[in-house]
């Protein structure tokens, strides 16, 4: 492999799980994929969701570097990359006064980055993965450790958009502002997004403040929907945040709405109420509101429940319908509106495969899904369809994402320069004081 500065580097499945893209990151260095990874793919391929995606899709770029010529020996894998070589472990080489379990396929993983690391004194070697055990097994041992960042949108979730800022203003635009005067933001001012929601707060009373809507540098700030209240459901509006969510939810120009925030700030409420209200209105909107939510863990419980596959998806689908009946006081209602197509409860898998038109669509959950299935699914929206994603981006129950690489975020963060995309992060809890306590601090 010769003595030059090139590095050599092991990823892990669980980096290839979490984008095949992974190993066209590396640019000019060497990567060297374990057997044990390639048998590991395998198992996943057939998996639904992302993790299946990438291992086919992975999959499919080793057969292809294996058809340009021999893994064993190395394969360049595109111009301006590296070389990929394909290597076993023999457990045989490996020193058994480390210690290591090499029953277990991620010991065979280190065991083979340990090996290459003593083979190549002259480069570095580099184990990438995505499990904090397996790097701090790694890292005990001698090896350079990293974690896998590079489908990050953000370095940091508290740089994430909020959709909500605080401007500081001359008394008079506050005054302006409150007679229905026209009152626009210069580019140089500060840096807006599309539809963020600002408070505007008089430099000479901090007590003297005005909520607005930024709609673009050439319109005047819009005036936010205030302390709303829906016949319909009996919903009504406690804080701004809730407004900011339900201005996006019932403004017939965006068509993409993303709501983040920890559990019990209403984001499952507001959304519900709002699409109710715009599809079993006198004059709906839309034909039909459509709720779903990624099943996690997708491959390892639903199996074990019994019935039918419609019958398995009960369990995660049955808080949404609780919503529902609820916010219809009915619950007959909601069964008439579902055997009507109205109202329809969906897993994700199922919502997939279709176009979906004239629709309000809320996806749950969102932060469980990755940034290639959030795209699935905005590329399924049909013609005057609205969809909605919310999620708690720090309840992450998927093992391949974390608060910067999840598809919520990805979906918060793409789309806030366009003027048909909404967001804002709800921050107060309105369960309970107990509630609110507990999501803050156990």
């Known amino acids: 492999m010769g003595m030059n500065r090139k590095r050599i580097y092991v990823l892990d499945t669980s980096v290839y799980l979490t984008s095949y893209k992974a190993i066209f990151s590396l640019g000019f260095h060497d990567i060297i994929i374990p057997i044990k990874v390639l048998e590991e793919?395998?198992?996943?391929?057939?998996?639904?969701?992302?993790?299946?995606?990438?291992?086919?899709?992975?999959?499919?770029?080793?057969?292809?570097?294996?058809?340009?010529?021999?893994?064993?020996?190395?394969?360049?894998?595109?111009?301006?990359?590296?070389?990929?070589?394909?290597?076993?472990?023999?457990?045989?080489?490996?020193?058994?006064?480390?210690?290591?379990?090499?029953e277990k396929s991620d010991n065979h993983i280190i065991g083979l980055a340990c090996l290459l690391q003593q083979q190549n004194v002259n480069r570095k070697v580099i184990l990438v993965s995505r499990d904090i055990h397996?790097?701090?097994?790694?890292?005990?041992?001698g090896l350079t450790?990293?974690?896998?960042?590079?489908d990050q949108v953000v370095s940091d979730k508290g740089q994430i958009y909020t959709g909500f800022s605080k401007k500081l203003v001359d008394?008079?635009?506050?005054?302006?502002?409150?007679?229905?005067?026209?009152?626009?933001?210069?580019?140089?001012?500060?840096?807006?997004?599309?539809?963020?929601?600002?408070?505007?707060?008089?430099?000479?009373?901090?007590?003297?403040?005005?909520?607005?809507?930024?709609?673009?540098?050439?319109?005047?700030?819009?005036?936010?929907?205030?302390?709303?209240?829906?016949?319909l459901t009996g919903i009504r509006t406690r804080n701004k945040e809730q407004d900011f969510a339900v201005d996006l939810l019932l403004d017939p120009k965006i068509a993409l709405v993303t709501l983040n925030g920890s559990s019990g700030v209403g984001k499952t409420l507001m959304a519900l109420s709002c699409g109710l209200e715009q599809v079993i209105s006198p004059d709906p909107l839309y034909s039909r509101l459509v709720v779903t939510?990624?099943?996690?863990?997708?491959?390892?419980?639903?199996?074990?429940?019994?019935?039918?596959a419609s019958e398995k998806l009960l369990?995660?689908?049955?808080?949404?319908?609780?919503?529902?009946?609820?916010?219809?006081?009915?619950?007959?209602?909601?069964d008439d509106y579902m055997d009507a197509g109205t109202i329809e409860?969906?897993?994700?898998?199922?919502?997939?495969?279709?176009?979906?038109?004239?629709?309000?669509?809320?996806?749950?959950?969102?932060?469980?899904?990755?940034?290639?299935?959030?795209?699935?699914?905005?590329?399924?929206?049909?013609?005057?369809?609205?969809i909605v994603l919310t999620g708690d981006i720090e309840q992450i129950d998927n093992l391949w994402l974390d608060?910067?690489?999840?598809?919520?975020?990805?979906?918060?963060?793409?789309?806030?320069?366009?003027?048909?995309?909404?967001?804002?992060t709800l921050i107060r809890g309105e369960r309970s004081p107990i509630a609110t306590l507990a999501s803050k601090i156990l």
């Open 345 to 386: 409860i969906e897993a994700m898998t199922f919502i997939r495969g279709r176009s979906i038109a004239n629709s309000f669509v809320l996806v749950e959950e969102a932060q469980n899904m990755s940034h290639h299935e959030i795209k699935t699914i905005l590329t399924r929206v049909g013609n005057n369809s609205k």
């Open 145 to 150: 450790c990293e974690d896998y960042v590079s």
């Open 171 to 231: 008394d008079q635009v506050v005054e302006d502002f409150y007679n229905g005067k026209n009152i626009f933001i210069d580019k140089d001012q500060m840096k807006l997004y599309m539809n963020q929601f600002l408070l505007l707060i008089s430099n000479q009373n901090d007590k003297k403040t005005a909520l607005a809507q930024f709609v673009g540098h050439e319109k005047p700030l819009k005036r936010p929907i205030n302390k709303f209240y829906s016949q």
């Open 41 to 102: 793919i395998d198992k996943n391929k057939i998996r639904d969701g992302s993790v299946g995606f990438n291992a086919r899709r992975f999959i499919k770029i080793v057969d292809d570097l294996r058809a340009k010529g021999k893994l064993s020996q190395g394969v360049r894998l595109a111009k301006g990359h590296g070389n990929v070589y394909a290597a076993k472990f023999d457990p045989a080489t490996f020193p058994v006064s480390i210690g290591l379990d090499l």
């Open 403 to 424: 608060e910067s690489s999840n598809g919520l975020t990805h979906a918060i963060e793409r789309f806030k320069n366009e003027n048909i995309a909404g967001h804002i």
């Open 134 to 141: 397996m790097r701090v097994v790694g890292d005990a041992l």
């Open 293 to 308: 939510k990624p099943i996690q863990p997708v491959g390892r419980d639903i199996g074990f429940l019994p019935g039918s």
């Open 315 to 334: 369990p995660w689908l049955k808080p949404i319908s609780d919503n529902l009946w609820s916010l219809l006081g009915d619950k007959n209602a909601l």
